[in-house]
């Protein structure tokens, strides 16, 4: 198989174009499945305090023969820990098993309580104590990038945010792209396929690559240059969606695709979670 792309982010530090996503799997899974995806060949892993499976991921990582240093780990500050970043990302390292993680993301900017340019001061500090190599964002909207920027002079290296065929959030990819901000997609899959694998442009793509409609996704996802964390807890899947480096969709197929765009979220919209 040809070799995993890896992405420079604007700090200097690499990370792996493909990760496993955990959200809505126990810690038990969360283990099982970051143990399988290390031994197919993933080399990062996405998780987050509120998923509450930290343990889990820590148990793969003291399990697995893959040194850490080759393992990039994510993990991310919660909503109500937005002012208490110190003892989240210690809370996050000890269940982790890890001294740093190499990227903490702001969870959310929650924009009513107008707390998210102090929780990022709050990670520049982070930073500096070496607890995370990287720092970076979900769910932020250009005027909240645009505020975190102007009043703190640190730019994220990720905006994690939905992104998926359905949700192709065109605008903001731009905009982060000007900023050398890396576009990470959450629910690349679109939570399980629903709405895009039975569509005919997908399963017409499928039939000519001899590949599936989930791998032709996660394919779209790195021929546009985006960062994708596709979640499984099943061995097979995890298997089949990292086996997407043995081809390339052409330009004018990445146009098709295009038109699958209708702006539907699977999440919340970022100025309504608070
Ligand atoms: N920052 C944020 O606010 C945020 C929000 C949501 C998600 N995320 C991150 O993004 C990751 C991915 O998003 P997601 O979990 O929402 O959804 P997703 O990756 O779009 O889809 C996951 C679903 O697709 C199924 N699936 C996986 N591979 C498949 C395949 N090859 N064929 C058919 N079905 C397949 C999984 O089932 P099985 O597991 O049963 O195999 C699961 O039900 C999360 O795990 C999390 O790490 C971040």
Redesign the pocket.
Known sequence: MADQPIIKLRDGNMMPQLGL?????SVEEARN?ALKALEVGYRSI???AI?ENEEGVGQALQQTDVARENIFVTT?LWNEDQLNWQQAIESSLKKLQLEYVDLY?M??PCPEKDNYVKAWQGMIELQQQGLTKSIGV??FQEKHLKRLIDETGVTPVIN???L?PMLQQRELHAWNAMHQIQTE?????????KGV?DRDVIKQLAKKYGK????VVIRWHLDSGLVV??????PS??E??FHVFDFRLEKTEISEIAKMDSGTR??PHPDELN
């Open positions: 996503g955990v959200w809505q799997a499945a996405d998780t987050a998923y991310k993301l969870h959310w979900c769910n994690q945010v939905e998926h997609s959450w629910s690349p899959l679109a939570q399980g396929g694998f599936t409609p989930a791998q964390i596709p979640k499984s807890v099943t899947r995890i089949e969606n699977l999440g």
